[in-house]
């Protein structure tokens, strides 16, 4: 049989539980893996037409992470956004009033020269499913072919808006359909004064309905008496 002694340096770590070599790399580099998040400014952009409670919880869980969280809201992203860009400006600073290092902002053109302007290093993006991440790779590699240095971290909204999005928010309110627990309730209200004729018929077909059916029940409990 060989006696073959496996080199030092190619030696697998097997032997060392994760939870110990992650403890051991914070523990060498004086805290590696919280200290620099702190000192970092990121940009998290989108078009935010309308803003979701999705979008809201990424803008917590950021801010939370960074130093600063500018939120860069695209001008121009559909020829006809729902919401102008001054009103999408006015609902996300108000949402966001109370958390101090969050700021919100309008930028057009390319995504990292604004990222640059505003000396933001880190780019947040949202991925709700699988159903994202291939859009958001392809994304995040084209902006690192355009800027190397500026990174894009991914983090997940709470599982409860999984299926939350501003073009599904847009769907049902166009149709005059509930919203609630979607959108926070600033974004609600606009909604229903931006579509009211939609919701008015949509409340008064609901009403039409209800009065027919309990007519029906009615009419059948006095067949059965
Ligand atoms: O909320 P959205 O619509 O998914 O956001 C998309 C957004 C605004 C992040 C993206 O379209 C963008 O960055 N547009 C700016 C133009 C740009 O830099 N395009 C190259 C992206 S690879």
Do not use: W
Request: aromatic share 6%; hydrophobic share 40%.
């Amino acid at each position: 049989m060989l006696n073959r002694t496996v080199p030092q340096s190619c030696r697998l770590p097997i032997a060392i539980p994760a939870s110990a070599r992650i403890e051991s790399l914070i523990t060498q580099h004086g805290g590696f893996l919280r200290g620099p998040l702190s000192k970092v400014s990121a940009l998290y952009p989108g078009s935010f037409d309308p803003p979701t409670n999705g979008h809201l919880d990424l803008i917590e869980r950021g801010a939370k992470i960074f130093e600063e969280l500018v939120v860069g809201i695209l001008r121009n992203s559909e020829k006809s956004p729902m919401f102008s860009l001054a009103e999408r400006l006015e609902m996300l600073k108000a949402l966001t009033a109370h958390l101090k290092n969050v700021r919100i902002e309008a930028f057009h053109g390319l995504m990292v020269e604004y990222a640059k302007s505003i000396n933001a290093t880190c780019v947040l993006r949202g991925i709700r499913a699988v159903s994202d991440y291939e859009y958001e790779l392809q994304m995040a590699l084209m902006n690192r072919k355009l800027e190397p240095t500026l990174e894009t971290v991914f983090m997940m909204p709470a599982d409860k808006y999984s299926y939350v999005s501003s073009r599904l928010v847009r769907e049902v309110a166009q149709i005059g359909g509930p919203v609630k627990g979607l959108v926070p309730e600033v974004v609600e209200q606009k909604l229903r004064e931006k579509l009211e004729p939609a919701y008015k018929f949509h409340d008064e077909m609901q009403a039409a309905t209800a009065r027919s059916s309990s007519g029906k029940e009615k009419k059948k409990r006095k067949k059965k008496v």
